[in-house]
C-alpha cells in the first residue's frame, strides 16, 4: 500500500454513499465532478485483509455509472473490443498492470492483483474500469472510445 493513506472523513463518507458500502481498503479520490465529488478513486493493490484488489481506477459518480452501465448494456464491451486495436488495447493492460505492481513489495508473500484493467489480461471485461482509468490519465483505447460513446462523437481509428 506504499503511498496510499485512507481518505479523508469527508471523501470516505462521499465514496460509501457511491458505492452503497465502505471502500474495503484504502483509496484516493483521483478525478472529481464539477461540484468536487468523487468520479474516480484510485484503490490500493490490496484490500485492508490483503486480499489482492486487481482493479486500480474505479469510477464511483453515479450518473457515469449509470450511463457506461446502459453502454455495456447495449453491447458496449463487444463493441468496444471490436473497435479498439488490440496491440493498443494491451499495451494498456500491461501499462495499468506495472503501475499497480509498483506499489507492491515483491518480497512480502502475500497474494498479489493480476491481469491489466479490471484484473484481466486480455481483452475486455469492464467498460466501467476503463473508463475510470482514461479519466484518470491512462492510455487506455477502451477508455476513450468510452468517452466518445457518451459524448456522442464517432470514434475514430
Known amino acids: 500500500m506504499a503511498g496510499l493513506a485512507d481518505s479523508d472523513d469527508a471523501d470516505l463518507r462521499a465514496v460509501t454513499e457511491q458505492l452503497g458500502h465502505p471502500p474495503r481498503g484504502a483509496f484516493q479520490v483521483v478525478v472529481r465532478d464539477v461540484d468536487g465529488r468523487p468520479l474516480v478513486i484510485r484503490n490500493a493493490p490490496r484490500l485492508h485483509d490483503d486480499t489482492p484488489m486487481p482493479t486500480t481506477y474505479w469510477l464511483t459518480g453515479p450518473q457515469q455509472v449509470r450511463e457506461v452501465g446502459r453502454?455495456?448494456?447495449?453491447?458496449?464491451?463487444?463493441?468496444?473490443?471490436?473497435?479498439?486495436?488490440?496491440?493498443?488495447?494491451?499495451?494498456?493492460?500491461?501499462?495499468?498492470a506495472a503501475e499497480r505492481e509498483a506499489e507492491l513489495r515483491s518480497d512480502d508473500g502475500v497474494p498479489r492483483p493480476s491481469g491489466g484493467v479490471a484484473g484481466t489480461r486480455r481483452g475486455v471485461k469492464c467498460l466501467h474500469a476503463h473508463y475510470a482509468y482514461f479519466l484518470?490519465?491512462?492510455?487506455?483505447?477502451v477508455g476513450r472510445w468510452v468517452d466518445q460513446q457518451l459524448r456522442g462523437a464517432t470514434p475514430g481509428p
Not at 453491447?75 to 495499468?96: I, K
Open 136 to 141: 484518470a490519465g491512462g492510455d487506455d483505447p
Open 71 to 96: 453502454l455495456e448494456s447495449m453491447g458496449g464491451v463487444n463493441q468496444a473490443e471490436a473497435a479498439v486495436d488490440s496491440t493498443e488495447l494491451q499495451a494498456a493492460h500491461d501499462r495499468y
